[in-house]
């Protein structure tokens, strides 16, 4: 097996591993930290988050220049250019340090109506201990984009794979002996610096690569800002996006309500990772397409296609939640998070559509037109956040994502037209096909659904019994009603893929 298919194998292992794990320990660390304490946790990392923008970008852009001096076995050149790069890692990471020495000494300012004095005592330590690990963490991460741009996959994965399993093992272990958010903190940056000393041996003692600044020429600093200044936008909004409801909540609230916002956000973000584990297999083909210079048609049939797997996989997780998703967080972290599972939900509601057309982002970025969706992401996402701030003020976390779910959007409307004006995209054809029967479908499951959540009781036993009934009726509706014959072939093929599976296992 090549590196890239044991590298992608590797990527979901990561996804559900991450996804099973924190299910597990989230509701460990709130019963052990306590509501206020995870919830301060939480807003000090997404207040250390806004800061870790200034990589800039320069991780996806030290994959793309090393990959092409590679394939150009041009030695010189990319001893010169990550020589150079690590040059600016090194400004950036005094600067990431004099901001984070700015934003310390105005804490008491910036949290003044919302965190009592021992809670910015605690503040203040993780926030300094974050912005060092910061500090090494941005340039040390240039040794994983070496290893990706040089394809190898397998190690930095399995690696990191590793260090999750142990840094979960090891939080557990802290919790259970009485330690505290700080204690979580200083673990992470330990892991982290281990991390980045296994990863330079590797690149420099198996890869014998090389930093050598040959020659600083402005003009190329010039060039590697100009690639990474969108996928720098893109982190802005990926902040505003997963982090500024807790920002604002921590500014205007208390800790509890960060908290209850950050289990809702964790909820809503699995949601999204299923689903990206899904479409990120056809963004290949998208290249491919694009490439080939098929017509737009045919792009649409792709996106199609795409758009109704991940669809039908994600209204499945969506009916369940709706149905049984307040028992699930009442038993997960307990009634207090109530709001959790609103926010969970209106987060779902509001994302599937996004997610299902993601072939149509990576479309964008095969042909290199990602811009304008930067841009009108970064405007509404901005402006949401700010409705979002005002909302919360007398609906707290859950006016906070109303807010941003909103500029979400907006921002999904206009590029519906962008992709059907600019892009060439038949936008109605995808909508007509990707509701086509699934509508119905999800309906009449969801009313299956209501009479099963009648079956008595409350506990996990309870909650699996139901969970496996509405996947049993969800599943026979949509197989034998909704799905069309591509998509039935594809449940046949992976069903007769288990069977011999099960047959070698057997012999």
């Not at 200083?186 to 296994?198: C, K, S, Y």
């Not at 209204?315 to 998070?337: H, M, N, R, S, T």
């Amino acid at each position: 097996m090549s590196q890239l298919k044991k590298g992608a194998a590797l990527n979901y292992i990561t996804i559900i591993l991450t996804n099973l794990v924190g299910l597990l320990i989230t509701p460990y660390m709130i019963r052990q930290l306590g509501n206020a304490e995870f919830g301060l946790y939480s807003l000090v990392g997404a207040l250390v988050g806004y800061i870790a923008i200034l990589d800039f970008g320069l991780g996806h852009t030290i994959i793309r220049f090393v990959a092409k001096y590679k394939a150009e076995n041009d030695k010189k050149g990319e001893e010169n250019f990550l020589a150079t790069t690590m040059a600016i890692y090194l400004f950036i990471s005094i600067i990431v340090i004099l901001i984070g020495a700015i934003c310390n000494t105005n804490l008491e300012f910036i949290f003044q109506s919302s965190l009592n004095n021992l809670e910015l005592e605690k503040a203040k330590i993780m926030f300094i201990i974050l912005i060092f690990n910061l500090a090494i963490v941005l340039p040390g991460g240039a040794f994983d984009a070496i290893l990706q741009g040089y394809e190898q996959f397998v190690f930095p994965k399995a690696l990191n794979i590793i260090k999750y399993i142990v840094r979960s093992i090891m939080l557990v272990g802290i919790l259970y002996f009485g330690g505290k958010a700080i204690s979580i903190v200083i673990l992470d940056t330990i892991m982290n610096m281990i991390i980045i000393v296994i990863n330079g041996f590797y690149v420099f003692k198996k890869l014998k690569v090389t930093f050598k600044l040959h020659k600083f020429e402005t003009h190329f600093v010039k060039e590697i800002f100009k690639y990474s200044f969108w996928i720098f936008i893109f982190m802005i909004i990926a902040q505003f996006q997963w982090r500024s409801g807790q920002m604002v909540l921590g500014i205007i609230s208390d800790t509890t309500s960060v908290a209850i916002f950050a289990v809702g956000i964790m909820l809503g973000g699995y949601y999204g990772a299923f689903s990206s584990a899904i479409s990120s297999l056809f963004i290949p083909r998208a290249t491919q397409m694009t490439v080939a210079k098929v017509s737009n048609e045919e792009l649409t049939d792709m996106m199609i296609r795409v758009g109704r797997i991940s669809f039908i996989s994600l209204i499945f997780i969506l009916g369940a939640f709706l149905l049984f998703g307040k028992q699930f967080v009442f038993l997960w972290v307990g009634e207090a998070y109530y709001d959790a599972y609103i926010i969970a939900l209106i987060i779902m509601f509001a994302y599937t559509v996004p997610l299902v057309q993601g072939f149509a982002n990576a479309i964008l970025e095969a042909r290199n037109m990602l811009a304008f969706k930067a841009l009108i992401y970064f405007v509404f996402l901005i402006l949401g956040t700010i409705l979002g701030a005002i909302l919360a003020k007398k609906y707290n976390a859950i006016g906070m994502i109303s807010g941003i779910v909103f500029g979400w959007f907006i921002c999904q409307n206009i590029m519906n037209i962008y992709y059907q004006k600019t892009i060439g995209l038949n936008i109605i054809r995808f909508f007509n096909e990707l509701f086509n029967k699934t509508i119905l479908g999800f309906v009449f499951s969801i009313i299956i659904g209501l009479l099963i959540n009648q079956i008595p009781g409350f506990d996990w036993f309870n909650f699996i019994i139901k969970a496996v009934l509405f996947t049993l009726v969800f599943a026979s509706v949509f197989y034998f009603y909704v799905v069309n014959n591509y998509e039935k072939e594809l449940v046949n093929n992976f069903l007769t893929k288990l069977k011999l599976i099960s047959k070698k296992n057997e012999k």
